[in-house]
C-alpha cells in the first residue's frame, strides 16, 4: 500500500523573494587626553558627513560619556571608516582611538 500521508518536504514552496538586510555596525569613537577637540571635530565631519553641529555634538559626547557613536553602516563600510579614522589620526600623530560594534 502506498503512503499517502502529505509529505511537507515535497510541499512546493511559493517562490517569494525576501531579501535579507545586511549585518548593521556601529562605528564609535573612544575618548583620550591628548587629541585636540577641533581635530576629532573635523574627523567626523570627514568621514562621516555630518555638519559642524553634527560634529560638535558626538565629540562633546565621547569627551564626557567616553564613548560616541559616529554612525552606523553595513560591516564592511564600517571597517573602512574605522580604518580610514585611525590611519588620519596616525598620520597627525594623535592617538585618536576607533572601534566597531554590532547594532
Ligand atoms: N578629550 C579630548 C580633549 O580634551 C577631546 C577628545 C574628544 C578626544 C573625543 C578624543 O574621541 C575623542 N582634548
Keep these: 500500500m502506498a503512503n499517502i500521508t502529505p509529505n511537507q518536504d515535497l510541499a512546493?514552496?511559493?517562490?517569494?523573494?525576501?531579501p535579507k538586510?545586511?549585518?548593521?555596525?556601529?562605528?564609535l569613537?573612544?575618548?583620550?587626553?591628548?587629541?585636540?577637540?577641533?581635530?576629532?571635530?573635523?574627523?567626523?565631519?570627514?568621514?562621516f558627513n555630518k555638519s559642524r553641529e553634527q560634529a560638535t555634538q558626538i565629540m562633546?559626547?565621547?569627551h564626557t560619556e567616553g564613548m560616541g557613536v559616529c554612525g552606523v553602516y553595513p560591516q564592511d563600510i564600517?571597517?573602512?571608516k574605522m580604518k580610514q579614522v585611525?590611519?588620519?589620526?596616525?598620520?597627525?600623530?594623535?592617538p585618536l582611538q576607533c572601534v566597531t560594534?554590532?547594532?
Design 60 to 62: 562633546l559626547k565621547v
Design 86 to 94: 585611525l590611519m588620519h589620526a596616525k598620520e597627525s600623530q594623535h
Design 101 to 103: 560594534e554590532p547594532a
Design 78 to 80: 564600517a571597517k573602512t
Design 21 to 27: 538586510l545586511p549585518a548593521m555596525f556601529k562605528v
Design 29 to 47: 569613537l573612544l575618548n583620550d587626553d591628548y587629541t585636540p577637540m577641533e581635530f576629532v571635530i573635523e574627523t567626523i565631519e570627514r568621514f
Design 12 to 18: 512546493i514552496k511559493p517562490n517569494v523573494v525576501k
